[in-house]
């Protein structure tokens, strides 16, 4: 069974930083794919960033472009967000799911796995 485990999120002031982490365990195919979503008090889920897990090819939603880093560190099977330049609308619960597949995709339907979700808090 598939598990992905988000940790690292919290309370930051704007300006500041954060490093989300995502932990998956129980996967058997050859290839994965994992992103990050966010979702907002009362606003729709937002595509932030993916990554090929065996490729290493990226993409980005608009929000993250510039300030945000994904990567992965394949011998732990983990797979990190790293946010910087935070804003108060960066605040959210930021998920990350996983698609056995070589290709990212920006839309949640292509995920099969998802974390339970991390809270993001970024104050002004």
């Known amino acids: 069974q598939v598990q992905l485990v988000e940790s690292g999120g919290g309370l930051v002031q704007a300006g500041g930083s954060l490093r989300l982490s995502c932990a998956a365990s129980?996967?058997?195919?050859?290839?994965?794919?994992t992103a990050w979503f966010r979702q907002a008090p009362g606003k729709e889920q937002e595509f932030v960033a993916a990554?090929?897990?065996?490729?290493?090819?990226?993409a980005y939603g608009d929000s993250a472009k510039g300030r945000f880093t994904i990567s992965r560190d394949t011998a732990r099977n983990t797979v990190y967000l790293q946010m910087n330049i935070l804003k108060p609308e960066d605040t959210a619960v930021y998920y990350c799911?996983?698609?056995?597949?070589?290709?990212?995709?920006?839309?949640?339907?292509?995920?099969?796995?998802w974390g339970q979700g991390t809270q993001v808090t970024v104050s002004s």
């Open positions: 129980g996967r058997t195919a050859s290839s994965y794919a």
């Open positions: 799911a996983s698609r056995a597949a070589r290709g990212v995709a920006l839309s949640s339907t292509w995920y099969d796995y």
């Open positions: 990554i090929s897990e065996s490729v290493g090819s990226t």
